[in-house]
Structures are given as C-alpha cells and as structure tokens.
T-cell receptor, first 113, second 113 residues
C-alpha cells in the first residue's frame, strides 16, 4: 500500500466549477506539500502546511492531522488550472526533512472551457 | 532573481556511459535534492544534501552518486548508465528548517539506449 494516496487520479471539470483533490497518508508527518506540475513539466510548490488551512488566490489547502487527510480546493476553476497536482509529505519516519518527501502519484486535472 | 537551473535539459546516451546532470541554485539554500519521475511511480528521491560536504542516499540511490563541494551545486552522476535509468530528473532546493518551500529545476530528460 502506498504511504500517500491521492484521489481522484484523473479529473475533468468545466470552467467555473469548484474542484476538490484529496490526499490521504499513513505515516506520521511534520508537513504536507501540494505541488503543481504543468504540461510542460515544471513543478511549482503551491502550499506547505502542518495544520489548519491556507489560502492563495483561488486555491485553498486544508489538513486534518488526526484523520491524516488533506484537501486541495480550487474555486472558479479555469483552463489554465489544468495540470497535475501532487501531494507530498515530510515523514517523521525519515527525520521530517522538508525535502525528503514521500510523493503521491498525482491527480491530473483538465478544465474545459 | 534567484533561480535553480538544470543542464542538460535533454540527453541521450548509451548503456555503460558515465553521465552527469548539473544542478545550480542561486537561492543560497542549504538543502538540495535529486528526484526521478517515472510513469506509475511519481517522484522518488535519489540523493539529498543538507549542506557542503553532506550527502545522503534516498529511496532509489543505487547507480547514482552526488557530491557537494559548494552551496550552489549538486551534480548527479550515473557511473554506468543503464536503460532502467531512463527517466526525467528533477533537482530541488529548500531552506534549512521548517520554512521548507521547495524550488524545483525545470527537469532533465535522460534517455539511455
């Protein structure tokens, strides 16, 4: 069983829809990251969180440490949001280093105009 | 602006050849990481470094080596390239401690024939 599971694997939405991507993990963590990988391949860090909720523009990330679950929400989705969204955790099993991450396999989002 | 760059962006080589992928960052980050990304596996950690002269093995380190002689660079060497090392390689860096936002290079696509 993977230590970090994302759902769904693929998601197609219409422009304007509210989108939720889920991430569940089975290890103790010091932090959770949400990353965005565009079709060109570049990877950008969206959020790093260890508790609660963070918001940046139309993106919101939440984490529930007790339930070992995080969600990434996109409000008023747009075709430019089309990308692969990757969840990753800094596991305390590996010293909790922010870069020594365990990655989910990603959620491919396609937003249609 | 600070940045992290990888070179070459694309490389084709033959089995058994030595290959070095370069990673250079101007963020002055102590932490640097090498990942590989393969279909069906997501991103996996190869090697990482927390500072000059410090290197550590990651999940998939066999066949790879790194050295850290200064803060800016962490070259990744494949001593004897194998077809199983055909992949896309990403370098990343982050500050020490809990601030931890990761900055990724653009990726290097390596094909071993």
């Amino acid at each position: 069983k993977n230590e970090v599971e994302q759902s769904p694997q693929n998601l197609t939405a219409q422009e304007g829809e509210f989108i939720t991507i889920n991430c569940s993990y089975s290890v103790g963590i010091s932090a959770l990251h949400w990353l965005q990988q565009h079709p060109g391949g570049g990877i950008v860090s969206l959020f790093m969180l260890s508790s609660g909720k963070k918001k940046h523009g139309r993106l919101i990330a939440t984490i529930n440490i007790q339930e070992k679950h995080s969600s990434l929400h996109i409000t008023a989705s747009h075709p430019r949001d089309s990308a692969v969204y990757i969840c990753a955790v800094s596991s305390t099993n590996y010293g909790g280093s922010q870069g020594n991450l365990i990655f989910g396999k990603g959620t491919k989002l396609s937003v249609k105009p | 602006d600070a940045e992290i760059t990888q070179s070459p962006r694309h490389k084709i080589t033959e089995t058994g050849r030595q290959v070095t992928l370069a990673c250079h960052q101007t963020w002055n980050h102590n932490n640097m990481f090498w990942y590989r990304q393969d279909l069906g596996h997501g991103l996996r950690l190869i090697h990482y470094s927390y500072g000059v002269q410090d290197t550590n093995k990651g999940e998939v380190s066999d066949g790879y080596s790194v050295s850290r002689s200064n803060t800016e660079d962490l070259p990744l060497t494949l001593e004897s390239a194998a077809s199983s090392q055909t992949s896309v390689y990403f370098c990343a860096s982050s500050e020490s401690g809990d601030s931890g936002e990761l900055f990724f290079g653009e990726g290097s696509r390596l094909t071993v024939l």
